[in-house]
């Protein structure tokens, strides 16, 4: 699907640390099984006064830093570097952008750019472009997240980019829509016929989402403190979780319908009430069997902000009437673990109960990383004569997509991003009204939030949260599936 492919890339934020970890290992990747056309050129800029060759430097090391030892290979990579060139750039002011289009050159046959820059520089940089004639209709752009800080910032921010750029030219990343085992969601959804039927409130007594993080501030004190773990990581990545794993069949597999029915749960969500929601924010601990500090430490001072969030939300449509989807994300956890958990009903009447046979409903979880499987738990009889009554236990049904498909390369999720981005297939980035339906959910949550005074309670890192969190569920006669 190379159709729509542009013959330059522009980046932003060339020398900074999304670059240097994902985005020129991801190129690279691409160049070296020959994904991207010979013609393309990669133009990097940011405010580091550093040459051409500068940047090939700098770009070396971080591949030197970033590739698994299996991606290196010394021709590829020199020639990956000639594909680089720089440009330094104060995007604040509009006085470098004239430079910037000399150094990019002939754009007529299309250019992607790659916007990732503090939101202070949004405007200036898209007014930049256009005034150097980098906007024009064969010029699409991706931008990456922080895209605003509530409704209304982002709102001024899709507003200046929908100035220069019309919808169908902009790329609103969300890196967990280009995770392989993310998309499988929707292979196992809608390849299958056997879990349909039954994904819905007559079959499903609840869902649960987890992205547990064992890290905590990673060095970016300022940006995490202002955002905090609802910001961070619910209204975008946990929201498209739930979007897809509640939509409606799409007709087909393109961006209109695929979005389209994904607007729609985001639209449909419940405002959360206060006793619906918990903040957490993680104390000294251990994990992974090392101790580590506490939030207020990593940060060198005290702090309101939640690094744990867990909340019950609903969708109000007729599919999902009366099924909570339990959320909760946090930094400093147990473990790293991001899954879909999709509890089904018991079974209407046990046929078993008087030869003493309990049952467990089935239990589907999709693992979407560190490990890549779909786990469904089902009841079989244990082997025995059942003289002294029938045994029955719960058994998984296994499908590991690392062994099934053990021979396929495994990507990171920004190869598949950017390469969508340089063709310009948008099925995987997020749709304006898509960011505005999450920001309006989230703006709310916040509100309470704020009216109701709700504080962060305390939990040890290297656990699951603070008890509050785990009473969510236990309140309603559920557990999470820890
Ligand atoms: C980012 C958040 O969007 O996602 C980070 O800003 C978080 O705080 C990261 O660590 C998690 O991504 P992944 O792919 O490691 O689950």
Partial sequence: ????????????????????RMLLPSLYALHEDDLIRSGLRIVGTARSEIDDEGFR???????????????????KLKSFLQRLSYQALDASTIDGFDDLAKKVGDTTKGMSIFLSTAPFLFEPTIEGLRHSGLAHEKVRIGLEKPLGEDLDSSAVINDAVGSAFSEDRIFRI?????????????????????????????????????????????????????????????????????????????????????????????????????????RGQYGAGAVKGASVASYADDLGEPSGTETFVA???HID??????????????KRMAERRSEIVIQFKEVPHNIFAKRGAKLRANRLVIRLQPEEYVRLQVMAKEPSLDREGILLREVPLDLSLTQAFAKARRRIAYERLLLDLIEGEQTLFVRRDEVEAQWRWVDAIRKVWREEDIDTKSYAAGTWGPNAGIALTERDGRSWND
């Fill in 311 to 313: 909340l019950r939300a």
């Fill in 1 to 20: 699907m190379t159709d729509g492919s542009c013959s330059a890339l522009l980046l932003f934020g060339a020398t900074g640390d999304l670059a240097r």
């Fill in 57 to 75: 430097v700098m770009a070396k090391a971080a591949l030197d830093e970033f590739l698994p030892p299996d991606r290196k290979d010394d021709a």
């Fill in 174 to 278: 969300d890196h967990y829509l280009g995770k392989e085992t993310v998309q499988n969601l929707m292979a196992l959804r809608f390849a299958n016929m056997m879990f349909e039927p039954l994904w819905n409130a007559h079959g499903i007594d609840h869902v649960q989402i987890t992205i547990s993080e064992t890290v905590g501030l990673e060095g970016r004190k300022g940006f995490y403190d202002d955002t905090g773990a609802l910001r961070d990581m619910v209204q975008n990545h946990m929201l498209q979780l739930v979007a897809l794993t509640a939509m409606e069949p799409p007709a087909e597999f393109d961006a209109t319908s695929i979005r389209d029915e994904k607007v729609k749960v985001l639209r449909a969500l419940r405002p959360v009430k206060a006793e619906e929601m918990v």
């Fill in 317 to 330: 449509n007729w599919r999902w009437q009366g099924v909570p989807f339990y959320l909760r994300t946090g």
